[in-house]
């Protein structure tokens, strides 16, 4: 079929997407060509066709129902902070967790609904005088996005922690899941292979001293300042760590002389190996070029496969991503 053709029937196919949304769902939480950049810690990537952005339980439901029921393609976005979407934007519907936010504690038990900030919710906890989420302070994102991924950081998951997750199926039923840590593994957990959306997730924590509390948070945020999390957009660590390459990967980049090295206004930080930045209006292509670059190099001359820890969203070529299984 003719590349016109083609791009006819997508922007048929758009428009109807949009004529659907715009008859299910209430105007005030639909937005249309959505810049991702907007919504990203990397502050890249390009529009998404269709944006919604519920604020309630039954907010969410409309619009899982709308994408259900017209079989629309669909991203699910937490927070942001743990990807990198293409320039050309993400084709379908996005719909943003990030107005469900809601949290609250009773007895050692902490609820949060999948949008609410990982900040936000060790701030609470430590209110209560609640123990156990200390590790997480200062990582960016959503808690919901962090029980996804199974966030770890400074010897600890999130998994440790997590008792029940809420999850609204593809049949728009919501289940209550159990959690049992031996489900987890490292930045991977059951719900990357489920089709259902998190609703809410619920945290056993420990009663602790408050101010031994807010101490153990402010050292782990400073940790992540010092370290240069937040000199320039970012998503954080870009590769996950590999005990079997005897060194963390942000020293395995260095030992390959790339931390430094910039393509257009992406650079491979230089104050840490594994941390990719956007130090001058970034495409997602300068950024991917980077990632190609270590992954290719680290294959070349360590006989590693680098595996990235930031998932490649939305309108990416399949030859664009080909060096991602095609490395030695």
């Known amino acids: 079929m003719p590349y016109r053709a083609q791009l006819l029937i997508m922007e048929i196919s758009i428009e109807g997407w949009r004529q659907c949304v715009v008859d299910m769902v209430p105007a005030e939480l639909v937005r249309f060509d959505e810049p991702m950049s907007r919504h990203t810690s990397f502050k890249i990537g390009g529009p998404a066709d269709v944006f919604l952005a519920p604020r309630s339980y039954d907010d969410l439901l409309t619009c899982l129902e709308v994408v259900k029921k017209n079989g629309l393609p669909c991203f699910l976005l937490g927070g942001g902070t743990n990807i990198l979407v293409a320039d050309r934007g993400i084709r379908g519907v996005v719909i943003s967790t990030a107005g469900l936010d809601s949290i609250s504690v009773t007895g050692e038990r902490l609820t949060a609904e999948a949008g609410a900030r990982v900040e936000d919710v060790c701030m609470v906890a430590a209110e209560y005088g609640l123990s156990g989420v200390e590790f997480i302070n200062g990582m960016p994102g959503s808690i919901g996005g962090a029980v996804w991924m199974n966030a770890r950081c ?175």
């Not at 593809?170 to 987890?184: A, H, K």
């Not at 489920?194 to 153990?216: A, T």
Request: charged share 25%; glycine share 10%.
């Open 154 to 328: 400074y010897g600890n998951s999130i998994s440790e922690v997590l008792e029940q997750v809420e999850v609204v199926g593809e049949d728009l039923s919501l289940t209550t899941v159990s959690c049992d840590p031996s489900q987890f593994d490292y930045k991977r957990s059951p719900f990357q292979a489920m089709s259902g959306c998190i609703w809410q997730v619920k945290l056993h924590l420990k009663k602790g001293d408050r101010q031994e509390i807010y101490r153990k948070m402010e050292e782990n945020h400073k940790d992540r300042v010092d370290k240069g999390h937040f000199k320039a957009p970012s998503a954080g660590s870009l590769f996950k760590n590999n005990h079997d390459f005897g060194a963390p990967t942000g020293k395995i980049i260095d030992e390959l002389g790339l931390r430094g090295v910039t393509s257009g206004g992406a650079a491979i930080a230089p104050f840490h190996g594994n941390i990719f930045i956007n130090q001058n209006n970034a495409t997602a292509g300068d950024v991917l070029s980077l990632i190609r670059l270590a992954v290719e190099k680290a294959a070349r001359e360590r006989g590693i496969r680098l595996e990235p820890e930031v998932r490649l969203v939305g309108d990416w070529s399949p030859e664009e991503l080909s060096f991602l299984t095609n490395v030695a």
